[in-house]
């Protein structure tokens, strides 16, 4: 039951800022009236208070109540649903973004993290990663399909035929449901999620002391780097309905459905992720994982419709969300390969997510001003070039890491040839 919560709580809370942009991006667009650009500079402002939440919400994970914060983090959340369903201006969008960025990550993302290592033990992190994010998934796919059907109520499957009125009514259901989903999971997080002993007893104290020694871990950063190439995969996923429309002719319903429906990918792959993990190493999986996104982003880049490609375009469309989840599942499962302390891993989630997080400032604007420069099929071709460049970057922090990782392990591996459990003491006496 508390697994399942925290499931259902890590996805519905992401589904206002995320979830109507990433489904309904088409429709979104029309009914605010706003360029790509546009959205991509109001969201921009999510990526900014997110970031300083990041900082802050480790230290607090690592002290106080995760029932209470997740609790306090999916209600805050769902309330501002009802002003995103007014339909504000640029500036209203654009403060709604900057409260959410506090409300979904201030008090939530760090104590999830926490609870989720404490839940998966040293030997099944990829496991337990794995099952939160594929669980996540298939959240997101269950409400984004319901979702969809609501949408459709409203909106007639030809775009040629879609009134205004009609398009904004269709929007405002999508946001309602999306909105009193979250203020549900928020009660049900008060009531599943159990206060622990160590919650409860725990007292607030000086964070800088954990906060500088994990700064000064170069691993940290090695996969902070792994994060923001992944979470950039990810957020170009936001796009994929808009290019289902403009490059492969979809109407605005059609283009909810596939993307939706490629959702479902997402329990398979995070889970399948987490199992490789544990079976070959998260650092060596996520390697591997990178190597298949350069290289389907690349096709992407190079292939249209026109040329009669749309069998490869579509595979490799979802080849990349395969991939994409995959990453997502297991890239905090490196904590324990790594090595950081469990008493310090909301604060270590925390400064790893402040780094590795910040496409949340920037990605939404630059893919923004690739696609308006170059409208209809050569700007997406150069989106799926940018995306490439992206996951090169992370098949080498990838490698780096692991160079990292092996010479921690190297006097463990030494002992354990020679037919010795290493303790503590002799780790330190190896040379």
Known sequence: ????????????????????????????????????????????????????????????????????????SLIATG?????????????????????????????????????TRQWGGAAEQGRAFGMLDGGRGLAAAVMASLAVVLFGLFLPYETAAITAAERLAALRSVIY?????????????????????????STPGNPLPAVANVIRTPTVWAQAIIVVCAYCAYKGLDNYSLYAVEVLQMSELGAAQFTASATYIRLFAAIGAGLLADRFTARHTIGGLYVVLTVSYVLLAVSTPAAGL??????????????????????FALLEETRVPSHTTGTAVGVISVVGFTPEIFFASIAGRILDYSPGVAGHQNFFVFLAGIAVVGVGAALVLGRMVGRQHQPDASLTLAGVRPCASQQEESP
């Open 177 to 201: 449901f999306y909105t009193f989903t979250t203020l549900l999971a928020g009660v049900l997080a008060l009531i599943a999620i159990p206060e622990s002993r160590r919650d409860r007893t």
């Open 79 to 115: 309330l501002g649903g009802f002003y995103m369903a007014t339909i504000p201006g640029f500036v209203g969008t654009t403060i709604l973004f900057g409260y959410w960025g506090v409300t979904t990550i201030l008090f939530l993302w760090a104590a999830l993290m926490r609870a």
């Open 310 to 331: 749309v069998g490869i375009i579509y595979a490799n469309l979802l080849v990349t969300f395969a991939a994409t989840y995959g990453l997502r599942g297991i890239y």
């Open 1 to 72: 039951m508390t697994l399942a919560c925290l499931i259902l709580a890590g996805e519905a809370v992401f589904s206002l800022p995320f979830h109507v942009l990433r489904f309904f991006r088409a429709t979104t667009l029309e009914v605010f009236g706003f360029s790509n650009t546009q959205l991509g500079d109001s969201f921009a402002v999510y990526g900014v208070t997110a970031m300083i939440s990041y900082f802050f919400g480790g230290p607090l994970a690592d002290r106080f109540s995760a029932r209470k914060m997740i609790a306090t």
